[in-house]
């Protein structure tokens, strides 16, 4: 059995080229040369979509996402549902969506192993320190206002996403740990879909 404590974790740079109507963005290597992916999203009054392409626009389609309606509220309340992600390796559509009482920004969808993670935000004025199990031990983690992570059931850190400050260019570095390799696709696209509203 592959030991997978010893591997490094994956580290991809994420570059944002925006327009009013829609972006798009290019998610290169460790190098920060090597082109690995490659986003195009579209926005309306109701809804956002994005296409994930490997390699770049002419690559293979990996994801396809949709928000669910993000319009004003027509009557009473709207319930915004999940955000779809059809993902080209995967039968089964993945959900991401908020459960309830879940009101600080987490985000839960299923692996390709049907277990659950949750992308954590921790849009706060102010840094925090966090416990989250990493290996066998538990670590105190600086997290700062512009931080995700994705968590397995466990508390396992599985991804971090960071946000780049003070950039025009750069949106932000994905760093994958070893134990989330095996849906480095799903995490880029799950990310990507976390910060989409945003930006």
């Known amino acids: 059995m592959l030991n997978i404590s010893k591997e490094r974790p994956t580290t991809l740079h994420i570059y944002n080229f925006g327009s009013v109507f829609g972006n798009r963005k290019i998610i290169k290597g460790e190098d920060k040369i090597t082109t690995l992916y490659y986003m195009q999203n579209t926005r309306s009054s109701m809804h956002w979509t994005f296409d994930l392409h490997a390699g770049g626009p002419d690559g293979p ?3 396809r996402a949709q928000s669910s309606y993000n319009g004003p509220p027509l009557m009473d309340e709207v319930n ?3 955000t779809i992600l ?4 995967v039968r089964r559509p993945v959900k991401m969506e908020r459960k309830r009482g879940a009101f600080n920004g987490t985000v839960f969808f299923k692996g390709p192993d049907h ?3 949750r992308w954590q935000t921790t849009a706060r004025l102010f840094s925090a320190m966090m416990e989250v199990r990493a290996g066998a031990g538990r670590v105190w983690q600086h997290l700062s206002r512009s931080f995700c992570q994705c968590l397995d059931a466990e508390d396992a850190l599985i991804a971090t996403y960071r946000v780049t400050s003070m950039s025009v260019t750069k949106d932000g570095v994905l760093v994958v740990q070893p134990s989330g390799k095996f849906m480095l696709d799903l995490l880029v696209a799950t990310s990507l879909a976390m910060r989409t509203p945003s930006n």
Request: charged share 15%.
């Open 61 to 63: 389609l990996l994801c």
């Open 86 to 89: 059809s993902m080209t390796a």
């Open 80 to 82: 915004h549902g999940p």
């Open 115 to 117: 277990k659950e993670y």
